[in-house]
């Protein structure tokens, strides 16, 4: 089983609120991944790092912020919440290329 | 522009019988593909993939194939369980080095009827 933990794993909370996502894992993986995902829609990457002080923005526009200071933490930040960012949050990492994504449970985030 | 496609939102089999799950890609620069999955409430969960260079690869009861001229891979499960009941997600990349990119369709799902 693939060692990787987002917390909370569920979160309903207000707008305007600021909100940070955590991810960790304890692979020792350098590539770790964010990724929003709506029902029925597929995943769009929104954050990636290919290591630590490394982030860059993914396919799909997000208000959303990263950092990496160590490697095995990824934390995702929401200055401001907003009812749009209501969605299912996946946080993933991996070994190498060509090697597969191991992911978290998510985050399934509300915002009211 | 959904460059992997996954046509069938479900797909209802017997348990004991064969399930097969289809994927298109249209970028011909893919080289690696992956199928994942995901039951509800958890992350999608790797299942097997398969390089550009082969056109099968088995891991016990799952087999994928890859027809690259028609672009089109499949996920065969022989025999179904209750327990594969899960939404399978099919997945490509392209490249190496620099940034990778994991491209996902968005998934068919799988029930196995006992």
């Known amino acids: 089983e693939a060692d990787i933990y987002q917390t909370p794993r569920y979160l309903v909370i207000g707008t305007g609120k600021k909100i940070t996502l955590e991810c960790s894992q304890t692979?020792?993986?350098?590539?770790m991944y964010w990724y929003q995902q709506d029902p029925g829609m597929e995943l769009h990457l929104i954050h990636y790092?290919?290591?630590?002080?490394?982030?860059e923005k993914g396919d799909l526009s997000s208000e959303s912020t990263v950092s990496r200071i160590r490697t095995e933490h990824f934390p995702l930040t929401l200055e401001s919440a907003r009812p749009s960012h209501t969605s299912q949050y996946l946080c993933?990492?991996?070994?190498?290329?060509?090697?597969?994504?191991?992911f978290g449970d998510g985050t399934r985030l509300s915002i009211l | 522009d959904q460059q992997v496609k996954q046509n069938s939102p479900s797909l209802s089999v017997q348990e004991g019988r064969i399930s097969i799950l289809n994927c298109d890609y249209t970028?011909?620069?893919?080289?690696?593909f992956l199928w994942y999955k995901k039951y509800p409430a958890e992350g999608p969960t790797f299942l097997i993939s398969?390089?550009?260079?082969?056109d099968k690869n088995e891991d016990g009861r799952f087999t994928v194939f890859l027809n690259k001229s028609a672009k089109h891979l499949s996920l065969h499960i022989v025999p179904s369980q209750p327990g594969d009941s899960a939404v399978y997600f099919c997945?490509?990349?392209?490249?190496?080095?620099?940034?990778?990119?994991?491209?996902f369709g968005i998934g068919t799902k799988l029930q196995v009827i006992p």
């Open positions: 398969i390089s550009s260079i082969k």
């Open positions: 993933a990492s991996r070994e190498g290329w060509n090697q597969p994504q191991h």
């Open positions: 970028n011909s620069m893919f080289d690696y």
């Open positions: 692979m020792g993986h350098d590539k």
């Open positions: 997945a490509a990349s392209a490249g190496s080095g620099g940034y990778q990119k994991v491209t």
């Open positions: 790092s290919y290591g630590v002080n490394s982030t």
